[in-house]
Protein backbone atom coordinates (compact mmCIF):
# COMPACT_ATOMS: atom_id res chain seq x y z
CA UNK A 1 0.00 0.00 0.00
CA UNK A 2 1.34 3.77 -1.06
CA UNK A 3 1.80 5.30 2.49
CA UNK A 4 3.82 8.03 4.12
CA UNK A 5 4.41 6.77 7.26
CA UNK A 6 5.45 8.58 10.81
CA UNK A 7 6.77 8.04 14.22
CA UNK A 8 5.99 8.84 17.01
CA UNK A 9 2.30 9.35 16.35
CA UNK A 10 2.58 11.07 19.77
CA UNK A 11 5.16 12.47 21.77
CA UNK A 12 5.16 14.41 24.82
CA UNK A 13 8.48 15.91 26.08
CA UNK A 14 10.27 18.53 28.31
CA UNK A 15 12.25 21.74 27.09
CA UNK A 16 15.59 21.35 25.71
CA UNK A 17 16.13 17.29 25.08
CA UNK A 18 16.21 16.46 21.16
CA UNK A 19 14.11 14.29 19.33
CA UNK A 20 13.81 13.52 16.05
CA UNK A 21 10.77 12.50 14.18
CA UNK A 22 10.74 10.13 11.27
CA UNK A 23 9.20 10.00 8.10
CA UNK A 24 9.60 7.67 5.48
CA UNK A 25 7.50 6.70 2.05
CA UNK A 26 6.98 3.81 -0.21
CA UNK A 27 6.41 5.61 -3.41
CA UNK A 28 9.77 6.34 -4.58
CA UNK A 29 8.74 9.95 -4.54
CA UNK A 30 11.14 12.74 -5.00
CA UNK A 31 9.82 15.76 -3.14
CA UNK A 32 9.54 15.77 0.92
CA UNK A 33 8.02 18.53 3.06
CA UNK A 34 7.29 19.13 6.79
CA UNK A 35 4.38 20.89 8.13
CA UNK A 36 3.39 22.09 11.03
CA UNK A 37 -0.39 22.72 11.92
CA UNK A 38 -1.93 25.45 14.69
CA UNK A 39 -5.09 26.47 15.36
CA UNK A 40 -6.03 29.59 14.03
CA UNK A 41 -2.83 29.64 11.75
CA UNK A 42 -3.01 26.65 9.26
CA UNK A 43 -0.67 24.06 7.66
CA UNK A 44 2.59 25.87 7.82
CA UNK A 45 5.45 24.51 5.65
CA UNK A 46 8.86 24.02 7.88
CA UNK A 47 11.21 22.61 5.58
CA UNK A 48 10.74 20.56 2.14
CA UNK A 49 13.30 18.10 0.20
CA UNK A 50 13.70 17.93 -3.88
CA UNK A 51 16.06 15.22 -3.16
CA UNK A 52 18.55 13.44 -1.74
CA UNK A 53 21.22 15.35 0.02
CA UNK A 54 18.58 18.61 -1.20
CA UNK A 55 16.75 20.54 1.56
CA UNK A 56 15.46 23.75 1.88
CA UNK A 57 14.17 25.97 3.97
CA UNK A 58 9.73 27.00 4.68
CA UNK A 59 8.25 29.19 5.72
CA UNK A 60 8.61 28.46 9.63
CA UNK A 61 12.44 26.78 9.90
CA UNK A 62 13.33 28.33 13.26
CA UNK A 63 14.18 25.27 15.51
CA UNK A 64 13.88 22.64 13.23
CA UNK A 65 16.65 20.25 11.19
CA UNK A 66 16.08 17.93 8.16
CA UNK A 67 17.90 15.36 6.09
CA UNK A 68 17.58 13.53 3.24
CA UNK A 69 19.92 10.77 3.39
CA UNK A 70 18.20 8.52 1.69
CA UNK A 71 15.11 9.07 -0.84
CA UNK A 72 12.39 7.63 1.22
CA UNK A 73 13.53 8.94 4.70
CA UNK A 74 12.78 12.64 5.60
CA UNK A 75 13.34 13.12 9.14
CA UNK A 76 12.58 15.96 11.60
CA UNK A 77 15.15 16.75 14.30
CA UNK A 78 14.04 19.12 17.02
CA UNK A 79 17.98 19.91 18.64
CA UNK A 80 16.47 22.07 21.50
CA UNK A 81 12.78 22.16 21.59
CA UNK A 82 10.86 24.71 23.35
CA UNK A 83 7.14 24.95 24.39
CA UNK A 84 6.48 27.19 21.15
CA UNK A 85 6.89 23.88 19.12
CA UNK A 86 4.07 22.10 20.85
CA UNK A 87 2.31 21.59 17.06
CA UNK A 88 0.90 18.81 15.29
CA UNK A 89 3.54 17.78 12.72
CA UNK A 90 2.55 16.39 9.16
CA UNK A 91 4.96 14.59 6.71
CA UNK A 92 4.54 14.37 2.96
CA UNK A 93 5.74 13.58 -0.30
CA UNK A 94 4.71 13.84 -3.87
CA UNK A 95 6.14 13.08 -7.34
CA UNK A 96 8.45 15.45 -9.31
CA UNK A 97 11.30 17.67 -7.91
CA UNK A 98 9.12 20.57 -7.06
CA UNK A 99 5.92 21.61 -5.13
CA UNK A 100 4.49 21.09 -8.20
CA UNK A 101 1.15 19.98 -9.35
CA UNK A 102 1.60 16.45 -8.16
CA UNK A 103 -0.84 15.87 -5.01
CA UNK A 104 0.74 15.47 -2.33
CA UNK A 105 0.40 12.41 -0.03
CA UNK A 106 0.38 13.00 3.91
CA UNK A 107 0.93 11.19 6.83
CA UNK A 108 -1.05 10.39 10.15
CA UNK A 109 0.65 12.83 11.43
CA UNK A 110 2.51 13.09 15.10
CA UNK A 111 1.28 15.41 17.92
CA UNK A 112 4.35 16.83 19.82
CA UNK A 113 3.60 18.40 23.08
CA UNK A 114 6.79 20.25 24.78
CA UNK A 115 6.32 21.16 28.44
CA UNK B 1 3.58 39.15 0.26
CA UNK B 2 1.71 36.06 -0.75
CA UNK B 3 -1.20 35.17 0.90
CA UNK B 4 -4.40 32.44 -0.09
CA UNK B 5 -7.32 33.27 1.77
CA UNK B 6 -10.37 31.44 2.70
CA UNK B 7 -13.08 32.19 4.99
CA UNK B 8 -12.25 30.45 8.28
CA UNK B 9 -15.86 30.74 9.70
CA UNK B 10 -17.35 27.03 9.49
CA UNK B 11 -20.14 26.94 6.71
CA UNK B 12 -23.36 24.80 7.87
CA UNK B 13 -25.76 23.70 5.00
CA UNK B 14 -28.68 21.47 5.00
CA UNK B 15 -27.74 18.10 3.11
CA UNK B 16 -28.59 17.70 0.29
CA UNK B 17 -28.03 21.53 -0.70
CA UNK B 18 -24.63 22.61 -2.59
CA UNK B 19 -21.73 23.55 -0.74
CA UNK B 20 -19.66 26.65 -2.19
CA UNK B 21 -16.19 27.37 -0.76
CA UNK B 22 -14.41 30.73 -1.35
CA UNK B 23 -10.56 30.69 -1.89
CA UNK B 24 -8.56 34.12 -2.67
CA UNK B 25 -5.57 35.14 -3.09
CA UNK B 26 -3.54 38.68 -3.43
CA UNK B 27 -0.03 39.78 -4.08
CA UNK B 28 0.90 36.89 -6.87
CA UNK B 29 -0.70 34.85 -9.70
CA UNK B 30 -0.53 30.81 -9.05
CA UNK B 31 -0.54 28.62 -11.97
CA UNK B 32 -2.60 26.11 -10.33
CA UNK B 33 -4.83 26.09 -7.21
CA UNK B 34 -5.14 22.33 -4.92
CA UNK B 35 -8.18 21.62 -2.89
CA UNK B 36 -7.71 19.64 0.16
CA UNK B 37 -10.29 17.29 2.62
CA UNK B 38 -8.78 16.80 6.32
CA UNK B 39 -10.77 15.29 8.97
CA UNK B 40 -10.04 16.59 12.47
CA UNK B 41 -6.62 14.61 13.43
CA UNK B 42 -5.93 13.42 10.28
CA UNK B 43 -3.90 14.43 7.28
CA UNK B 44 -5.01 16.60 4.51
CA UNK B 45 -5.78 14.46 1.28
CA UNK B 46 -6.18 15.85 -2.17
CA UNK B 47 -9.09 16.21 -3.85
CA UNK B 48 -9.00 18.55 -6.88
CA UNK B 49 -6.41 20.64 -9.00
CA UNK B 50 -7.57 23.37 -11.50
CA UNK B 51 -4.75 25.34 -13.40
CA UNK B 52 -5.08 28.80 -14.57
CA UNK B 53 -6.18 28.14 -18.07
CA UNK B 54 -8.76 26.07 -16.78
CA UNK B 55 -11.54 27.75 -15.90
CA UNK B 56 -13.17 25.04 -14.32
CA UNK B 57 -12.73 21.04 -13.07
CA UNK B 58 -15.52 18.83 -11.81
CA UNK B 59 -14.82 15.07 -10.32
CA UNK B 60 -18.26 13.40 -8.80
CA UNK B 61 -19.93 15.87 -7.00
CA UNK B 62 -17.38 18.63 -6.39
CA UNK B 63 -16.75 21.24 -9.14
CA UNK B 64 -13.54 23.51 -8.72
CA UNK B 65 -13.22 27.07 -10.71
CA UNK B 66 -10.73 29.34 -11.04
CA UNK B 67 -11.24 32.49 -11.99
CA UNK B 68 -8.00 34.82 -12.19
CA UNK B 69 -9.37 37.91 -12.86
CA UNK B 70 -10.99 37.87 -9.15
CA UNK B 71 -8.18 35.93 -7.89
CA UNK B 72 -10.53 33.58 -6.77
CA UNK B 73 -11.16 29.92 -6.91
CA UNK B 74 -14.64 28.69 -5.60
CA UNK B 75 -14.91 24.61 -4.14
CA UNK B 76 -18.30 23.36 -4.82
CA UNK B 77 -20.24 20.11 -3.52
CA UNK B 78 -23.58 19.18 -5.03
CA UNK B 79 -25.76 17.23 -3.23
CA UNK B 80 -23.80 17.19 0.18
CA UNK B 81 -24.03 14.72 2.54
CA UNK B 82 -23.13 14.40 6.14
CA UNK B 83 -19.87 12.65 5.55
CA UNK B 84 -18.81 15.66 3.74
CA UNK B 85 -18.10 17.09 6.53
CA UNK B 86 -14.32 18.58 7.57
CA UNK B 87 -12.20 20.87 6.90
CA UNK B 88 -11.24 21.93 2.98
CA UNK B 89 -7.94 23.34 2.10
CA UNK B 90 -7.01 25.77 -1.00
CA UNK B 91 -3.51 25.16 -1.65
CA UNK B 92 -1.32 26.76 -3.86
CA UNK B 93 2.63 27.18 -4.70
CA UNK B 94 4.79 29.31 -3.43
CA UNK B 95 5.92 30.66 -0.21
CA UNK B 96 6.41 33.97 1.06
CA UNK B 97 9.70 34.21 -1.01
CA UNK B 98 7.55 32.66 -3.98
CA UNK B 99 9.35 29.88 -6.43
CA UNK B 100 7.74 26.72 -7.04
CA UNK B 101 9.62 24.35 -4.37
CA UNK B 102 7.48 25.93 -1.18
CA UNK B 103 3.97 25.58 -0.71
CA UNK B 104 1.39 27.75 0.85
CA UNK B 105 -1.58 26.30 2.42
CA UNK B 106 -4.51 28.44 3.54
CA UNK B 107 -6.26 28.06 6.81
CA UNK B 108 -9.47 25.93 5.37
CA UNK B 109 -13.08 26.20 5.83
CA UNK B 110 -15.03 23.68 8.00
CA UNK B 111 -18.41 22.39 6.35
CA UNK B 112 -20.97 21.13 8.76
CA UNK B 113 -23.54 19.16 6.59
CA UNK B 114 -26.94 18.99 8.73
CA UNK B 115 -28.95 15.63 8.16
Known amino acids: EAQVTQNPRYLITVTGKKLTVTCSQN?????MSWYRQDPGLGLRQIYYSMNVEVTDKGDVPEGYKVSRKEKRNFPLILESPSPNQTSLYFC??????????????FGPGTRLTVT | SQKIEQNSEALNIQEGKTATLTCNYTNYSPAYLQWYRQDPGRGPVFLLLIRENEKEKRKERLKVTFDTTLKQSLFHITASQPADSATYLCVSPGGNSGGYQKVTFGIGTKLQVIP
Open chain 1, 92 to 105: ASSFGRTASSYEQY
Open chain 1, 27 to 31: MNHEY
